[in-house]
């Protein structure tokens, strides 16, 4: 039992890399300037379930070398925010049409 425990820790890690952490720099190139500099400068507020596992934010300040934090409420967050969005479908419109 023992032995496995190391393959099990590999295989968390690889996980975590391959699906939340990879993302991060991948869409880091398609990100505008001005808004990257915003991310470096006041950091990464997580959401989801995911953002609630205990020190997960610390772990992805380690990885990313951002400030991260976890939302205020966050398995409730992106629905309020979904819903703001809905109730403001035509300014939302606005600000996301490129010119």
């Known amino acids: ?3 496995l ?3 099990k820790l590999i295989s968390l890690f690889v996980f975590l890399f391959a699906f939340l952490v990879f993302p991060l720099f991948a869409s880091a190139d398609e990100t505008p300037p001005e808004l990257s500099s915003d ?3 006041k ?3 997580m ?3 995911t953002s609630t596992l205990r020190n997960f934010d610390k772990l992805m300040t380690d990885l990313t070398g951002v400030p991260c934090h976890v939302a205020e409420e966050p398995l409730l967050c992106v ?3 979904t819903g703001v969005a809905l109730e403001n479908l035509d300014l ?3 600000s996301i049409t490129q010119k």
């Open 5 to 7: 425990m190391p393959k």
């Open 39 to 41: 991310i470096i400068d």
């Open 43 to 45: 950091g990464i507020v």
């Open 92 to 94: 939302y419109k606005k």
């Open 47 to 49: 959401s989801g379930g």
């Open 1 to 3: 039992m023992i032995n």
């Open 79 to 81: 629905a309020r925010g």
